[in-house]
Structures are given as structure tokens and as C-alpha cells.
């Protein structure tokens, strides 16, 4: 079993920054992509980014120049760094991760931007 962790969130005002952080832990066999995801009220659970072993990285288009994903290959955790933040960012971020085929996810960290 694998145990995915998130810390990081909170209230912010718009404009502000935030890092996010997702350790994994538990029976790793090989971590390849790591990303996170966000859930707002009344909307589906959406891609916001993610980063592959290799480095290689996505973005969903309203975060692009925004947030930065980054990942620590060796302690197996990923961050998120969210700079300027809006209120359309408020939503439950989830950290996934894909272990040898098999994907966990994290209970979700709240991240509310609002003045």
C-alpha cells in the first residue's frame, strides 16, 4: 500500500502564493508521474499539473506561467507552486500519484483564495 500525503494549503488573498506538498510513502516500487489535481464546488476533479520521472511537465492552461510543479525524485514528493493566485483557484488540490501502473491519491488539501 502506498500513502500519499498533501500539506500546504490554506487562505490566501488574491495575488498571493502558496506551495503545496505531496510525499508518498509505504510500498513504492517506482513512482512515474506525480501531478495534482483540483476539485471546486459543483465542478469535476480537473488536471492542474503534472511532471513525469523524466522531468517533463503539463500544465492546464489557466495555470500556465502561474504555478510551477516540481518533484523530488529521491524523497519521492512532488510540490506546487502557486504564484498569483485568483479566486477561481479556490478549490480541494489532490495529489496523485502513479506507482508501478497503480494510481493513490491524497485526502486533499483546501486552498481558498479570497480577500
Known amino acids: 500500500q502506498v500513502q500519499v500525503v498533501e500539506s500546504g494549503g490554506g487562505l490566501v488573498q488574491p495575488g498571493g502564493s502558496l506551495t503545496l506538498s505531496c510525499a508518498a510513502s509505504?510500498?513504492?516500487?517506482?513512482?512515474?508521474?506525480m501531478g495534482w489535481y483540483r476539485q471546486a464546488p459543483g465542478k469535476q476533479r480537473e488536471l492542474v499539473a503534472s511532471i513525469t520521472r523524466g522531468g517533463r511537465t503539463n500544465y492546464e492552461d489557466s495555470v500556465k506561467g502561474r504555478f510551477t510543479i516540481s518533484r523530488d525524485i529521491d524523497k519521492n514528493t512532488v510540490y506546487l507552486q502557486m504564484n498569483s493566485l485568483k479566486p477561481e483557484d479556490t478549490a480541494v488540490y489532490y495529489c496523485?500519484?502513479?506507482?508501478?501502473?497503480?494510481?493513490?491519491w491524497g485526502q486533499g488539501t483546501q486552498v481558498t483564495v479570497s480577500s
Open positions: 496523485n500519484v502513479n506507482n508501478f501502473g497503480r494510481e493513490y
Open positions: 509505504g510500498s513504492i516500487f517506482i513512482i512515474s508521474t
